[in-house]
């Protein structure tokens, strides 16, 4: 995996949701940096922003109750922030240069046009070809993903394709025209076990043949430290956690990640499930200090109203084995940062 | 317990596919209601073109010596006005007119309804207050005295109903169709298609419109039959078609008087119209249907 420069810049995206009962900080102030054919993965609950991040970086959140403030620079493009970017810049880079693919792959296809249709329109979108050209192209990026008798299943339309075979036409829409940063919402969510795996690992063959970069968003711990070299933790709309995958998944730094990884069940270990008491607090009146509070087994007096920042934690990765065979190289981006300020008292030796 | 059954499993799913099997083939009958009402339009839309070739008489040929003539009178199967001049003939000349406007008033605003309705949906923000204020304004009115008002204004005439209803008309397309719009703009397929850098005006129409358009095609039909209705009411009034022509709310209007010694004056035309507006009712039933059926 060949380590280049950063590819991707975010500098306290906020996104702010007015609704009826108040404001929602659905993103409040995300920083990180993705390198160039780095994967990143972005983990937490359902509603902890991870899914409003991805949104606001390509421009999608709904303009008229949506206020994304911050930075979003893509290398590529020049030093400028595409959060201000125009319309017609905005979508010359979508689709070309960044590609989002969404959770629910039995929707995210326009129920009434073919998937040939639609793929030829992503495949002619940013490029002019003659019609066999674009057709090829098409029929090839549909044997890519791995779709047998792609042609004749250009004329068929999404109802005719099961989960995993349509999220993989998504994935070839997706890669039409070649895109260098992949956001991929719960590409697999939907999906069954054996499925998902098959999806993942199409995902990263992809990934590495292509170069491309990739920010994957999953609730699955499991999903993510499969794949990606770096993991962002998110909880109520901020990073509380972030670090190579590694060495997250063997030393968690924060409380919340350690009891997200006490959550996953162990095969072959009966009995009760454990899950995280409480719930995350509200983002209209979001607590002073630490969000994660009200739930966290360590929490003190203190947690409740210090200025939390993203604190970076001691240096593991010496005896993380990381280093070794097999680990992949770190791209860009600092050591392992975790928001708690008792992070080093926190922290266990193994999750 | 399987011994309980008189049959296997097997057999009792082949039995339950066959029956679904068979209630699929009835579907021809349930789409009857959508046949009927089209073979209706047809046969109206036939008898209009054709109205020369199937009476020889002129729908405004006076024949003072014979006024007033009863249905079946020979020469005249509807009878005559009080100018003579042959009922049915005027009926089939009148199709012309009236079914033009069943099918001119209705599909504009069904396009400039649809598109402003669609454009206000997805765009939103003050494009759409804007638009929706406008459609506001104009629900606010009293439709008939609207429309009244317009023609009253411009001078009666054909044309100035048309524009009368082109006016007004286009509001509810519009509101029907920003509805649609609303929602269809959060669903994933337009997401993903922002994402892939699509222009506005591709996404607004080749993706949201084909999605969306059947309660706006469904609503015209019944549309239709309201304007042919209005035009009905307009020339019973006096502000639509003008007394020579032969149009079926003039002739009900002009019948009127004779109501009571020769019924079928205002009778005749009156069955056109409900012949029209029921097979149009048909066909917008039957595709709302259809339609439906077709959802996912």
């Given at each position: 995996?060949?380590?280049?420069?950063?590819l991707?810049?975010?500098?306290?995206?906020?996104?702010?949701?007015?609704?009826r009962?108040?404001?929602?900080?659905a993103?409040?102030?995300?920083?990180f940096?993705l390198?160039?054919?780095?994967?990143?993965g972005?983990?937490g609950?359902?509603g902890?922003?991870k899914?409003?991040?991805?949104?606001?970086?390509?421009?999608?959140?709904?303009?008229?109750?949506?206020?994304?403030s911050?930075?979003?620079?893509?290398?590529?493009?020049?030093g400028?922030?595409?959060?201000?970017?125009?319309?017609?810049?905005?979508?010359?880079?979508?689709?070309?240069q960044?590609?989002m693919?969404?959770?629910?792959?039995?929707?995210?296809?326009?129920?009434?046009l073919t998937?040939g249709?639609?793929l030829?329109?992503?495949v002619?979108?940013?490029a002019?070809?003659?019609r066999?050209?674009?057709?090829?192209?098409a029929?090839?990026?549909?044997?890519?993903?791995?779709?047998?008798?792609?042609?004749?299943?250009?004329?068929?339309?999404p109802?005719?394709?099961?989960?995993?075979?349509?999220?993989?036409?998504?994935?070839?829409?997706?890669?039409?025209?070649?895109?260098?940063?992949?956001l991929?919402?719960?590409?697999?969510t939907?999906?069954d076990?054996?499925?998902q795996?098959?999806?993942?690992?199409?995902l990263?063959e992809?990934q590495?043949?292509t170069?491309?970069?990739?920010i994957?968003?999953?609730?699955?711990?499991?999903v993510?430290?499969?794949?990606?070299?770096r993991?962002i933790v998110?909880?109520?709309?901020?990073?509380?956690?972030e670090?190579?995958?590694a060495d997250?998944?063997?030393?968690?730094?924060h409380?919340?990640?350690?009891a997200l990884?006490?959550?996953?069940?162990?095969a072959?270990?009966?009995?009760l499930?454990?899950s995280i008491?409480?719930?995350?607090?509200?983002?209209?009146?979001?607590?002073?200090?630490?969000?994660?509070a009200?739930r966290?087994?360590?929490?003190?007096g203190?947690?409740?109203?210090?200025?939390?920042?993203?604190l970076?934690?001691?240096g593991?990765?010496?005896?993380?084995?990381?280093t070794?065979?097999?680990?992949?190289?770190?791209?860009?981006?600092?050591?392992q940062?975790?928001?708690?300020?008792?992070?080093?008292?926190?922290?266990?030796p193994?999750? | 317990?399987?011994?309980?059954?008189?049959?296997?499993?097997?057999?009792?799913l082949?039995?339950?596919a066959?029956?679904a099997?068979?209630?699929?083939?009835?579907?021809t009958?349930?789409?009857l209601?959508?046949y009927?009402?089209?073979?209706?339009?047809v046969?109206?839309?036939?008898?209009?073109?054709?109205a020369?070739?199937l009476v020889s008489q002129?729908?405004?040929?006076i024949d003072?010596?014979?006024?007033?003539?009863?249905?079946?009178?020979p020469?005249?199967?509807?009878?005559?006005?009080?100018?003579?001049?042959?009922v049915?003939?005027?009926?089939?000349?009148?199709?012309?007119?009236?079914?033009?406007?069943?099918?001119?008033?209705t599909?504009v605003t069904l396009?400039?309804?649809?598109i402003?309705?669609l454009?206000a949906?997805y765009?939103?923000?003050?494009?759409?207050?804007v638009?929706?204020?406008?459609v506001?304004?104009?629900?606010?009115?009293?439709?008939?005295?609207?429309?009244?008002a317009?023609v009253?204004?411009?001078g009666p005439s054909?044309?100035?109903?048309?524009?009368?209803?082109w006016?007004?008309?286009?509001?509810?397309?519009a509101r029907?169709?920003?509805?649609q719009a609303?929602?269809a703009?959060?669903?994933q397929?337009?997401?993903?298609?922002?994402a892939?850098?699509?222009?506005r005006?591709?996404?607004?129409?080749?993706?949201?419109?084909?999605?969306?358009?059947s309660?706006?095609i469904?609503?015209?039909?019944?549309?239709?039959v309201?304007?042919?209705?209005l035009?009905?009411s307009?020339?019973f009034?006096g502000?639509?078609a003008?007394?020579?022509s032969?149009?079926?709310?003039?002739?009900?209007s002009?019948?009127?008087n004779?109501l009571?010694t020769?019924?079928?004056?205002a009778?005749?035309?009156?069955?056109a119209v409900v012949?029209?507006?029921?097979a149009?009712s048909?066909?917008?039933?039957?595709?709302a249907?259809?339609?439906?059926?077709?959802?996912r």
């Open positions: 995996m060949a380590a280049g420069g950063p991707l810049t975010v500098r306290d995206l906020r996104s702010y949701l007015s609704t009962h108040g404001v929602v900080r993103v409040d102030g995300v920083s940096t390198g160039e054919a780095e994967v990143l972005i983990v609950e359902s902890s922003g899914s409003a991040t991805c949104r606001s970086i390509v421009g999608l959140m709904p303009a008229s109750t949506a206020h994304v911050g930075e979003v620079i893509y290398h590529p493009h020049g400028r922030n595409i959060l201000t970017a125009r319309q017609p810049e905005l979508q010359a880079l979508r689709g070309a960044l590609a693919i969404f959770q629910d792959s039995m929707t995210a296809l326009n129920p009434v998937v249709d639609q030829l329109e992503a002619n979108a940013h002019s070809l003659t066999a050209q674009a057709r090829s192209q029929i090839g990026l549909l044997e890519r993903v791995g779709i047998p008798a792609p042609a004749r299943r250009m004329r068929d339309y109802f005719q394709f099961s989960g995993g075979m349509l999220q993989r036409a998504v994935i070839a829409i997706a890669l039409a025209s070649s895109p260098r940063l992949l991929a919402d719960e590409p697999t939907s999906l076990v054996i499925i795996d098959q999806i993942l690992s199409l990263l992809l590495e043949d170069g491309m970069s990739m994957l968003v999953s609730h699955d711990l499991a993510i430290s499969e794949v990606c070299d993991i998110m909880y109520a709309g901020q990073v509380v956690e670090g190579r995958a997250v998944i063997t030393h968690p730094a409380p919340y990640t350690q990884l006490d959550a996953l069940p162990q072959g270990e009966r009995g499930l454990r008491p409480g719930s995350p607090p509200s983002l209209i009146d979001v607590p002073d200090g630490c969000r994660f009200e966290c087994p360590h929490v003190l203190k947690c409740r109203t210090w200025d939390t920042e993203l970076e934690t001691s593991l990765t010496g005896t993380s084995g990381l070794g065979s097999g680990g992949r190289i770190e791209t860009g981006g600092p050591g940062l975790a928001r708690c300020w008792r992070h080093d008292e926190v922290r266990r193994q999750a | 317990m399987s011994t309980m059954w008189a049959a296997t499993p097997s057999e009792q082949m039995r339950m066959t029956r099997a068979g209630r699929r083939r009835s579907a009958r349930r789409r209601p959508l009927i009402g089209l073979a209706m339009l046969l109206a839309v036939a008898a209009a073109v054709l020369p070739v002129s729908p405004t040929t003072v010596l014979h006024p007033l003539a009863p249905p079946l009178t020469g005249h199967a509807l009878g005559t006005d009080q100018f003579g001049r042959d049915l003939a005027r009926i089939l000349y009148g199709a012309r007119i009236d079914l033009a406007i069943a099918f001119g008033a599909i396009v400039g309804g649809t402003i309705g454009v949906g765009l939103g923000g003050r494009i759409d207050s638009l929706m204020r406008l506001d304004l104009f629900f606010a009115f009293p439709f008939l005295v609207l429309i009244i317009i009253a204004m411009l054909i044309l100035n109903m048309f524009v009368a209803i006016i007004t008309s286009w509001v509810a397309y029907i169709m920003r509805a609303v929602v703009k959060r669903q397929y337009v997401l993903a298609a922002r892939l850098g699509y222009g005006l591709r996404i607004m129409f080749r993706h949201i419109l084909p999605n969306t358009a309660a706006v469904i609503f015209s039909m019944v549309d239709a309201g304007n042919i209705i035009a009905a307009l020339g009034l502000l639509g003008q007394p020579p032969p149009e079926w709310g003039t002739m009900i002009e019948g009127q004779y009571l020769s019924w079928w004056l009778t005749m035309p009156g069955l012949f029209v507006g029921i149009f048909l066909v917008g039933d039957g595709l249907d259809l339609l439906r059926t077709g959802e």
